[in-house]
Each structure stands twice: as C-alpha cells, then as structure tokens.
T-cell receptor, first 111, second 113 residues
Framework: RKEVEQDPGPFNVPEGATVAFNCTYS??????FFWYRQDCRKEPKLLMS???SGNEDGRFTAQLNRASQYISLLIRDSKLSDSATYLCVVTGNTGGFKTIFGAGTRLFVKA | NAGVMQNPRHLVRRRGQEARLRCSPM?????VYWYRQLPEEGLKFMVY????????ESGMPKERFSAEFPKEGPSILRIQQVVRGDSAAYFC???????????FGDGTRLSIL
C-alpha cells in the first residue's frame, strides 16, 4: 500500500460545479497535512494547510479525519483557473523525518 | 522577501558530464528538500538537508548523486556522469521547521543529450 494515495482522476467538471478530492495516508503517526496545486510544468504551490478542526479559505475547504486517516479538499463554484493537479502532502517524524507527496489528482474545469 | 531561488532554470548536459543544481532557500529557512519529477509523473523525494547536515537521503540514488548544504552559500545537488534517465525537473523546497509547509523554487529542467 502506498504511504499516500490519491485518485489520479482526471476529474472533468463544468464551471460552477463543486468537486471533492480525498487522500488517504497509511502512517497513523503523521503530523502535518497540506494541499498543494501544481500547474503544468510549474512548481507546486501551497494551497492550504489542513487542521484537525478543518479550515476554509474562500471557495476551498480542507478537512482531516485522523480516525479514518484521510484528508479531503472541497472546491466550490469551480473556475476555469482551478484546472490543475492537486497534491496531498503528509509529514511525520516517525523513524526519521518524512514528507510524502501524493501523485496528485488532475482537475479540468470546462466552460 | 525573495522566495526559493533555483538556478539554472534549464541545464543541458551530454552523457557523462556533471550537472550541478543550486538552491538558495527562503530567508530564515534552514531546512532544504530536493525532489525530482519526470514528465507526467508525481514528485519524488530525494534528500532533506539542514545546514551542513544530510538528515534523510533515502530517496537519492546511492551512486552518482550527492547533495550538500554548506554553512555559507546555496544547497547543491550534484549529478556525476549523467545518463539520459536523469532528464527531469528538479525542484528544491525550503521550510523554517519540519512541520511547516515547504515553499518551492521554480525548478531546474535538466536535459541530457
């Protein structure tokens, strides 16, 4: 089983749609969680950190479920500019520090 | 406040040559990470360094690859005797502590002829 797993997609949605991505992780001792977005041939950019209490930033909502070991990202009112690959990132200090990037979920938002 | 600076942006080498990739972390960041990304694939962790120390190099090939982060100057990822399979985008990231998010540089696109 991969340490961090994401559905690769692609998710094809119309503008204005709501779309949700999940990401599961295998290490129960993982400590910090993030969502990044990566545009084609560009560097990953931090979208938001994920906290146990959940957090919201405009149209984006991230949640963490430690019991089931997954994090989620919800995008409301999708825009064309949301088209990108969304990367789930998990960090922890068990057996040495580790940051694991998921392989990413591709999103295409169409007019 | 400048972000993570990587250079060069593009690097072309012939098989057998050496490639040196540089990364200056954000100001105040002492943790540096290197990743490799092949076309249409995800980021693969290579090495994590904290000023003068390699903390985790589990993702870096044992041969031909080395990394350093000297007390003064940028972090360097060195690839000796490059082969075609080394062609990829190499990204550097930095963070102030290990549990804070990493910020990425623009990457170096390495092409091997």
């Amino acid at each position: 089983r991969k340490e961090v797993e994401q559905d690769p997609g692609p998710f094809n949605v119309p503008e204005g749609a709501t779309v949700a991505f999940n990401c599961t992780y295998s290490n129960s001792a993982s400590q910090s969680f993030f969502w990044y977005r990566q545009d084609c041939r560009k560097e990953p950019k931090l979208l938001m950190s994920v906290y146990s209490s959940g957090n919201e930033d405009g149209r984006f909502t991230a949640q963490l479920n430690r019991a089931s070991q997954y994090i989620s990202l919800l995008i409301r009112d999708s825009k064309l500019s949301d088209s990108a690959t969304y990367l789930c990132v998990v960090t922890g200090n068990t057996g040495g520090f580790k940051t694991i990037f998921g392989a990413g979920t591709r999103l295409f938002v169409k007019a | 406040n400048a972000g993570v600076m990587q250079n060069p942006r593009h690097l072309v080498r012939r098989r057998g040559q050496e490639a040196r990739l540089r990364c200056s972390p954000m100001k105040g960041h002492s943790h540096v990470y290197w990743y490799r990304q092949l076309p249409e694939e995800g980021l693969k962790f290579m090495v994590y360094l904290q000023k003068e120390n390699i903390i985790d190099e589990s993702g870096m090939p044992k041969e031909r690859f080395s990394a350093e982060f000297p007390k003064e100057g940028p972090s360097i990822l060195r690839i000796q005797q490059v082969v075609r399979g080394d062609s990829a985008a190499y990204f550097c990231a930095s963070s102030p502590t290990t549990d804070q998010p990493q910020h990425f540089g623009d990457g170096t696109r390495l092409s091997i002829l």
